[in-house]
């Protein structure tokens, strides 16, 4: 069905994602992924939406010097919070084919959707011959990536790609063959 040609994870909830070349996938997703959220000093947990320059901050893991970085790039106190669950909507695993992000940028986007950055975790290759070259047909099956097994769940509401939850644990890796489980 395709390849795995990109892995990210974006460790601060709306900040710019780190790319691997693995990743292990757990009941939650990938780890390490949207393990934090950026509050103000109100407690307002800030979204991407809410503040955009957070997407111009690259985590380093350092939770006081990216709290820095932060509070810097938008302007205003703010601290990092562990998440300890999913926030609300959110799918264990985001995809989006390669071909998907080329329509986008011609122009060619789904009803709904921003063409902006998907902040996708997976980003897969499909060949254009097959039926399958849309993940958007997805939706109500399983794959294999690597050792795990997702299963395509959804269409996202406002961006490219499917959403995915882990049926079974396991790793992916760049390189690694997307085929149905």
């Given at each position: 069905?395709?390849?795995?040609?990109?892995?990210?994870?974006?460790?601060?909830?709306?900040?710019?994602?780190?790319?691997?070349?693995?990743?292990?996938?757990?009941?939650?997703?990938?780890?390490?992924?949207?393990?934090?959220?950026?509050?103000?000093?109100?407690?307002?947990?800030?979204?991407?939406?809410?503040?955009?320059?957070?997407?111009?901050?690259?985590?380093?893991?350092?939770?006081?010097?990216d709290a820095a970085a932060l509070t810097a790039a938008l302007g205003r106190p703010v601290?990092?919070?562990?998440?300890?669950?999913?926030?609300?909507g959110a799918a264990a695993v985001h995809l989006v084919s390669r071909q998907a992000l080329d329509r986008a940028a011609a122009g060619v986007v789904p009803a709904g959707c921003g063409a902006d950055d998907p902040r996708a975790n997976l980003v897969l290759d499909l060949p254009g011959d097959l039926p399958d070259a849309d993940e958007r047909t997805w939706v109500g099956r399983r794959l294999r990536l690597g050792t795990a097994v997702l299963e395509v769940t959804r269409l996202p509401r406002h961006c490219l790609g499917v959403?995915?939850?882990?049926?079974?644990?396991?790793?992916?890796?760049v390189g690694d063959e997307v085929t149905p489980a």
């Open positions: 069905m395709g390849t795995v040609v990109g892995i990210s994870v974006y460790p601060v909830r709306g900040c710019a994602g780190t790319p691997l070349e693995r990743a292990d996938v757990g009941p939650a997703g990938l780890a390490g992924d949207r393990a934090s959220a950026v509050v103000d000093a109100g407690g307002r947990v800030l979204r991407g939406k809410d503040a955009p320059g957070l997407a111009a901050v690259a985590p380093t893991g350092d939770a006081g010097a601290h990092l919070q562990p998440l300890t669950e999913r926030p609300d959403y995915a939850e882990v049926a079974e644990p396991g790793t992916v890796a």
